[in-house]
């Protein structure tokens, strides 16, 4: 059974037209969320970080946001270069290891 | 600051046959980890390096699939003898620490078994 679900598994925006990524949870003691970013032919790059509910992170047209069942990653007003794959991954009490969703791939048209 | 460094970029092998990829982290980075991502899912951990030693190795398919660090920095992952699901991205990470959650990625190693 999944632990990180994403949806929707693929986007396509035009330039400007901002909307938002889901990013679900089952696990129990949630120690970390997180959101990174995937290039075609590159290893994913680490983007936010977010510990508790309610805490927010932003980075130019990103916003990170946590709640107790799920992150939501906001893009405004996105450009063609912010088309990739975004992963959500979170660890659970009692273990370091990362585990990543199957990502949603998003698709910025000019 | 040089970045995590993979090679080789690309191999294709056949079944049975064996094959090894090879990481170089960030220098000053204690943590290593070996990922493989198949087409469409997200990276799975294969095995986690805390220095020269194995942090968690619990979803590696030992019975073909073996790592190592030697000296505490460079590592090398192996597959002997390779199956035609093997075929995937296998992707090296780093970071400073073992409780360090920004992992830097290197470029991947993309593997087809025919």
């Known amino acids: 059974e999944d632990q990180v679900t994403q949806s929707p598994e693929a986007l396509r925006l035009q330039e400007g037209e901002s909307s938002s990524l889901n990013c679900s949870y089952t696990?129990?003691?949630?120690?970390?969320l997180f959101w990174y970013r995937q290039d075609p032919g590159k290893g994913p790059e680490f983007l936010f970080t977010?510990?508790?509910a309610g805490e927010e992170k932003e980075k130019e047209r990103l916003k990170a946001t946590l709640t107790k069942k799920e992150s939501f990653l906001h893009i405004t007003a996105p450009k063609p270069e912010d088309s990739a794959t975004y992963l959500c991954?979170?660890?659970?009490?009692?273990?370091?290891?990362?585990?990543f969703g199957k990502g949603t791939k998003l698709t910025v048209n000019p | 600051e040089a970045g995590v460094a993979q090679s080789p970029r690309y191999k294709i092998i056949e079944k049975r046959q064996s094959v090894a990829f090879w990481c170089n982290p960030i220098s000053g980075h204690a943590t290593l980890y070996w990922y493989q991502q198949i087409l469409g899912q997200g990276p799975k951990l294969l095995i986690q390096?805390?220095?020269?030693?194995?942090?968690?190795d619990s979803q590696l398919p030992k019975d073909r699939f073996s790592a190592e660090r030697l000296k505490g920095v460079d590592s090398t992952l192996k597959i002997q003898p390779a199956k035609l699901e093997d075929s995937a991205v296998y992707l090296c990470?780093?970071?400073?620490?073992?409780?360090?959650?920004?992992?830097?990625f290197g470029p991947g190693t993309r593997l087809t078994v025919t």
């Open positions: 696990v129990s003691g949630l120690r970390g």
């Open positions: 390096f805390q220095n020269n030693g194995v942090v968690d």
């Open positions: 991954v979170i660890t659970q009490g009692g273990s370091e290891k990362l585990v």
């Open positions: 977010l510990y508790s």
């Open positions: 990470a780093s970071s400073f620490g073992t409780r360090d959650y920004e992992q830097y």
